[in-house]
């Protein structure tokens, strides 16, 4: 392969990872129902911090006519919120030139080949990171999570009793995530109950009866297990606008390199990119959880503060099941 022919490989691979990646962005932004948005942001350092005012305790009093007297001043306070910067990388891909000119393959569909399957990489790290940072601060707050009783499996009752924890700001959930399994007992639950919960001609739950959408991954960010590979938890998402926000930080960089020594001339690509996560109504601790957090920091429930006043201007809330 002629270097001239590896500027195209190079360019043929960049451009399937970025359009690929732009394509999936506006049409999962748009099935989430706004719940995890994917967007562009050059951030700069390892947190992007934002600052907006905390809702005031106690705002309101009863005011007597016939007395008087000092009332006491509530202070108007701000609170901050932090993202925070996540290295990702492929590891290193290497083939054989030889082995496109043997079979008289065009390089230019290996580039879109590996194009496509590096960018629903990364686009599964953002989703996986995302849900594995919102379980972890999820269930560490506590107050949004509902537990079905007695180890039952996912109902539409334990989605709504699920949403209950947000009270009256129940309606800003906007979606379920959700793995597979809890999905089909809901189709389980679904296909003996007389009620309508299924579009004509289809097994396929469309929502929960409120309107909220059901986004389905088999991410591994959903379930874990308790004791044993047979007993396991089920974890299901539900989001507000704006629950969850990955920012591409539009740093994606990536080298080919060719090396002698073998049998055959070897050529190797490798990528690395970073990204923003943040919750809302939650900030990343930067001196526990610190900088460039591994996934395993990530999905440390400690590492997220709540600073919203109410977990009601927060993400979301979780419901367990098995």
Request: zero cysteines; proline letters at 2%.
């Given at each position: ?64 006519v ?6 006491g ?15 990702g ?21 290996a ?31 506590g ?5 079905v ?46 009620a ?38 089920y ?77 009601k ?10």
């Amino acid at each position: 392969m002629a270097m001239s022919n590896m500027v195209v490989f190079d360019d043929f691979l960049y451009r399937t990872i970025t359009e690929t990646i732009a394509q999936q962005t506006d049409l999962f932004n748009a099935a989430s129902n706004g719940a995890i948005t994917l967007r562009t942001q050059a951030n700069v350092g390892d947190f992007s911090k934002t600052a907006s005012f905390s809702e005031i305790s106690g705002l309101m009093r009863r005011r007597d006519v016939y007395s008087s007297g000092a009332v006491g001043p509530v202070a108007l306070a701000m609170m901050q919120e932090a993202s925070v910067k996540v290295a990702g990388g492929t590891v290193p891909i290497a083939w054989n030139p030889s082995q496109f000119s043997w079979i008289q393959q065009n390089q230019e569909l290996a580039g879109v080949v590996i194009g496509e399957q590096v960018a629903k990489g990364i686009f599964a790290d953002y989703l996986n990171s995302g849900l594995k940072a919102a379980r972890a601060a999820m269930v560490n707050q506590g107050s949004v999570e509902y537990i079905v009783p007695s180890q039952g499996t996912l109902t539409l009752n334990g989605l709504n009793r699920g949403a209950q924890k947000f009270g009256d700001a129940a309606p800003m959930i906007r979606a379920w995530v959700m793995h597979s399994t809890p999905l089909h007992d809901l189709y389980d639950a679904a296909l003996t109950n007389t009620a309508q919960l299924f579009s004509f001609g289809t097994v396929q739950v469309r929502e929960d009866g409120f309107g909220r959408r059901f986004v389905v991954t088999d991410s591994a960010s959903l379930y874990g297990a308790v004791s044993s590979p047979d007993v396991t938890d089920y974890y299901t998402i539900g989001l507000t606008e704006n629950g969850i926000i990955i920012e591409d930080n539009g740093d994606f960089f990536s080298n080919t390199e060719t090396s002698n020594g073998d049998e055959n001339i070897t050529r190797t690509w490798q990528a690395e990119f970073t990204f923003n996560l943040g919750l809302k109504g939650y900030t990343w601790d930067t001196g526990n959880g610190g900088k460039s957090p591994t996934d395993t920091e990530l999905g440390t429930g400690t590492n997220w503060d709540k600073t919203a006043t109410s977990v009601k201007n927060t993400a979301g809330v979780i419901v367990r099941s098995r």
